[in-house]
């Protein structure tokens, strides 16, 4: 404890500084200033003080949310996501988004907001869609608490337009076994793409540098564990990032520097623009048939890994890859539902390449 005398033009008192937190102190001003100077220090102290304390607590980067201008506010777990922005029988809306301060901001597409927008989706049979007021007091203290995590998802394009998914080990605690893009979580004053980049490098062994790709965001989706109501109780609730990364490497020049992370990692595969069609087209939650297009290889080529880190290659079924998510039992392996949505629009982003390519050969042929 240390006392400290305040310059002369405050007014003639102590200031008591308390030591031993980690990121701030407490202040206490005896005796109290009767004067207009002291009311403005207090008040200028007391926010100061409130700033380094909500600091203090900031340990993850969580999802806060702004509707018509309003102050940021963090984004309750019970609450979807989703639902805030648009009526809650739609599923997809299109919003703002911003890292600031440690906060991943969603904001409300609005006159005099700048940013182009992007979209925002949850599933059709999201669990937070559907959750009750009695099913949501259940759930546990610390779940409740919890927030909205923050998520980033790489889509690596190689110069052969193929994509890079992983199958999530078997004994991850959410979603095992289920095919993804090398992601994770978004750390303290991280930016989007490097905190996509470290995930990357982290998972795969693919060390990229930032000025040698690529990058746009081309959505958001609104991830939770398990992620149905007929599956059990929401215990995670993300705002997963979709990242699109463009490298001018091939799939074969990038597989040859593959070193995954067998605790993360168990499986390896490239898929191009007809496999990825074949995947968006089994729709989770649809009730027609699954049928396979008769064109298609009926195996795809996977890089195993074994837990010593060590590779190897398998055949595996691609009717695996088109797997539905079950309504209710065990999970299967499958290529997961926010996936199929970023698989969607990596699509639609090839077609608006191909047809502004067919536009600019139409306008060289008429110059």
């Given at each position: 404890?240390?006392?400290?005398?305040?310059?002369?033009?405050?007014?003639?008192?102590?200031?008591?500084?308390?030591?031993?937190?980690?990121?701030?102190c407490?202040?206490?001003?005896?005796?109290?200033?009767?004067?207009?100077?002291?009311?403005?220090?207090?008040?200028?102290?007391?926010?100061?003080?409130?700033?380094?304390?909500?600091?203090?607590?900031?340990?993850?980067?969580?999802?806060?949310?702004?509707?018509?201008?309003?102050?940021?506010?963090?984004?309750?777990?019970?609450?979807?996501?989703?639902?805030?922005?648009?009526?809650?029988?739609?599923?997809?809306?299109?919003?703002?988004?911003?890292?600031?301060?440690?906060?991943?901001?969603?904001?409300?597409?609005?006159?005099?907001?700048?940013?182009?927008?992007?979209?925002?989706?949850?599933?059709?049979?999201?669990?937070?869609?559907?959750?009750?007021?009695?099913e949501?007091?259940?759930?546990?203290?610390?779940?409740?608490?919890?927030?909205?995590?923050?998520?980033?998802?790489?889509?690596?394009?190689?110069?052969?337009?193929?994509?890079l998914?992983?199958?999530?080990a078997?004994?991850?605690?959410?979603?095992?076994?289920?095919?993804?893009?090398?992601?994770?979580?978004?750390?303290?004053?991280?930016?989007?793409?490097?905190?996509?980049?470290?995930?990357?490098?982290?998972?795969?062994?693919?060390?990229?540098?930032?000025?040698?790709?690529?990058?746009?965001?081309?959505?958001l989706?609104?991830?939770?564990?398990?992620?149905?109501?007929?599956?059990?109780?929401?215990?995670?609730?993300?705002?997963?990032?979709?990242?699109?990364?463009?490298?001018?490497?091939?799939?074969?020049?990038?597989?040859?520097?593959?070193?995954?992370?067998?605790?993360?990692?168990?499986?390896?595969?490239?898929?191009?623009?007809?496999?990825?069609?074949?995947?968006?087209?089994?729709?989770?939650?649809?009730?027609d048939?699954?049928?396979?297009?008769?064109?298609?290889?009926?195996?795809?080529?996977?890089?195993?890994?074994?837990?010593?880190?060590?590779?190897?290659?398998?055949?595996?079924?691609?009717?695996?890859?088109?797997?539905?998510?079950?309504?209710?039992?065990?999970?299967?392996?499958?290529?997961?539902?926010?996936?199929?949505?970023?698989?969607?629009?990596?699509?639609?982003?090839?077609?608006?390449?191909?047809?502004?390519?067919?536009?600019?050969?139409?306008?060289?042929r008429?110059?």
């Open positions: 404890m240390r006392n400290f005398c305040l310059p002369n033009y405050i007014g003639p008192f102590t200031v008591t500084v308390l030591q031993g937190c980690r990121n701030y407490a202040f206490y001003l005896w005796p109290l200033p009767e004067n207009e100077e002291g009311n403005q220090f207090m008040s200028c102290l007391q926010l100061i003080l409130a700033k380094l304390k909500s600091m203090e607590r900031v340990t993850r980067v969580l999802v806060h949310l702004s509707k018509e201008n309003t102050v940021p506010q963090c984004a309750q777990f019970v609450q979807s996501v989703t639902g805030h922005f648009t009526d809650r029988h739609k599923d997809q809306v299109q919003v703002g988004c911003c890292l600031d301060d440690n906060r991943f901001i969603v904001y409300e597409q609005c006159e005099g907001r700048g940013g182009a927008g992007v979209v925002l989706k949850r599933a059709s049979f999201c669990p937070l869609k559907h959750l009750s007021k009695p949501a007091a259940a759930l546990p203290v610390e779940v409740r608490k919890r927030g909205v995590d923050v998520g980033v998802a790489v889509l690596l394009q190689s110069a052969d337009r193929r994509l998914l992983t199958r999530r078997s004994g991850l605690r959410i979603f095992p076994n289920v095919w993804v893009p090398p992601g994770g979580h978004v750390e303290l004053d991280e930016k989007l793409l490097d905190a996509g980049l470290r995930e990357l490098r982290e998972e795969t062994g693919l060390k990229l540098n930032p000025g040698d790709i690529s990058s746009q965001l081309l959505g989706w609104e991830s939770v564990y398990p992620p149905m109501l007929s599956r059990g109780l929401p215990q995670r609730h993300h705002i997963v990032t979709y990242m699109l990364l463009h490298t001018s490497l091939t799939h074969l020049e990038l597989q040859a520097a593959l070193q995954p992370e067998p605790a993360e990692v168990s499986g390896c595969v490239w898929v191009d623009t007809d496999i990825v069609k074949a995947i968006v087209s089994a729709v989770d939650g649809a009730e048939p699954e049928t396979l297009p008769p064109n298609l290889p009926q195996t795809v080529s996977v890089t195993e890994v074994f837990p010593d880190g060590t590779l190897g290659v398998s055949a595996l079924p691609l009717s695996v890859l088109c797997n539905r998510a079950p309504a209710d039992g065990e999970d299967v392996e499958r290529v997961s539902t926010g996936t199929k949505f970023a698989l969607e629009l990596w699509l639609q982003t090839l077609e608006l390449q191909k047809q502004h390519s067919v536009c600019e050969e139409g306008r060289r008429t110059a």
